[in-house]
């Protein structure tokens, strides 16, 4: 989690700072994607083997809505989450020397409930690309190819709703910048939307496409 959202909001910090306050532009929007594409895309990869690649508090509750997680480890999983954002925004704030860590908020003409509708969406793909590589058992042995697909649907999202509320698809990375520079406008929408849209595209994939005798046993112990 540190290494995606040090990744993903330092690059636009570094953006702002090399353009004056471009980030904002396309240019900016395009550089916003490729680096977060590329980030989760390590971060999932090396988290794989230890967390099952947990670096979304959306994708872990669809997850354990598609009950393929337990909800003890869900709640591990979110703390450490949210945790992991936070430190990575503080280094951030400390190493620049100060700069901000900017919040994710609305743009001019986005209302809120449009906001929520673009993060369940986004988020939909999101989950259920997740789900079509890394939670099917019918998936097979394909490699790195889900944290591949995740960092390019993310990146691709981040090009569809960057423009409009920020396309965070993750209560965590919203989470951090909000908490070190307290800008709490909206917050609401990055945990209603993606929270909403990951539970739909885990219910849809598990009933359309994951059948009983497929569907993979919870762990019988938490350690």
Known sequence: MLIFVFAGEGSGMAF???????SSTPAGLVAASV????????????????SGGHVNPAVTFGAFVGGHITLFRSILYWIAQL???VVACLLLKFST??????????????GAWNAVVFEIVM???LVYTVYATAVDPKKGNI????PIAIGFIVGANILAGGAFDGA????AVSFGPAVVSWTWDNHWVYWLGPFVGAAIAAIVYEVFFIT???HEQLPTTEY
């Open 168 to 171: 965070s698809m993750n209560p």
């Open 143 to 146: 490699g790195i190819i889900a």
């Open 83 to 85: 945790l992991g954002s």
């Open 16 to 22: 702002n700072k090399l353009t004056d306050n471009g």
């Open 212 to 214: 009983p005798d497929t």
């Open 35 to 50: 680096a977060h594409a590329f980030a989760l895309f390590v971060a999932v990869s090396v988290g794989a083997n230890i």
């Open 97 to 110: 020397g100060g700069l901000t860590t900017s919040a994710f908020s609305l743009s001019s003409g986005v």
């Open 123 to 125: 988020t939909f793909g």
